[in-house]
T-cell receptor, first 113, second 114 residues
Framework: KAGVTQTPRYLIKTRGQQVTLSCSPI?????VSWYQQTPGQGLQFLFE???????NKGNFPGRFSGRQFSNSRSEMNVSTLELGDSALYLC????????????FGPGTRLTVT | AQSVTQLGSHVSVSEGALVLLRCNYS??????LFWYVQYPNQGLQLLLK??????LVKGINGFEAEFKKSETSFHLTKPSAHMSDAAEYFC????????????FGTGTRLKVLA
């Protein structure tokens, strides 16, 4: 089975711009989660989608949003970018059955200048 | 509420020495436990998982972990460290579907000295 894919792998944006990141889960996985990883804050949960519905949400401002399509592919969007949004954004998919392990993509490295 | 604690944000070992990375959890119900490894600028890779049954779990790259319910621990070990083991390791616990029940530890960065 193909793994989780994320595009693009690297991205450079300017403050105030918006960005969309894409994630394709492992075939058959309906749960997709997004994480932000920074050296200072570590791994932080953004949100989780299951069957096109946001099931869980972390503690991030409304500038961070996401969606999931009928084929389980997911996108996350960050509007009005700030310097502090520079991070590695990780997507993970899960089969949503015990033991609910998550499989991660390679991540998108976002740099905001 | 469940939680995961990884003792030691940085661990250094000599090449060929035993690797021991500590993870303690708290959970009101029997958890599922995981160890992940992350190499620089890459995603997290599942090393091993504990579900039920045998408490000693073997994973990839020669790593293993033992579930000790009485100690609420799930420490990761490898008998002989290799330079390629240098990475960050994350312990995680899950109690069910839904990521709000999937909790990661803060990570331990392993350095292997030649």
């Amino acid at each position: 089975k193909a793994g989780v894919t994320q595009t693009p792998r690297y991205l450079i944006k300017t403050r105030g711009q918006q960005v969309t990141l894409s994630c394709s889960p492992i075939s058959g996985h309906r749960s997709v989660s997004w994480y932000q990883q920074t050296p200072g804050q570590g791994l932080q949960f953004l949100f989780e989608y299951f069957s096109e519905t946001q099931r869980n949400k972390g503690n991030f401002p409304g500038r961070f949003s996401g969606r999931q399509f009928s084929n389980s592919r997911s996108e996350m969007n960050v509007s009005t970018l700030e310097l502090g949004d520079s991070a590695l954004y990780l997507c993970a998919s899960s089969p949503d059955r015990p033991p609910y392990e998550q499989y991660f993509g390679p991540g998108t490295r976002l740099t905001v200048t | 509420a469940q939680s995961v604690t990884q003792l030691g944000s940085h661990v250094s070992v000599s090449e060929g020495a035993l690797v021991l990375l500590r993870c303690n959890y708290s959970s009101s119900v029997p958890p599922y436990l995981f160890w992940y490894v992350q190499y620089p600028n890459q995603g997290l890779q599942l090393l091993l998982k504990y579900t039920t049954g045998a408490t000693l779990v073997k994973g990839i790259n020669g790593f293993e972990a033992e579930f000790k319910k009485s100690e609420t621990s799930f420490h990761l070990t490898k008998p002989s460290a290799h330079m390629s083991d240098a990475a960050e390791y994350f312990c995680a616990v899950s109690q069910g579907g839904g990521t709000y029940k999937y909790i990661f530890g803060t990570g331990t960065r392993l350095k292997v000295l030649a």
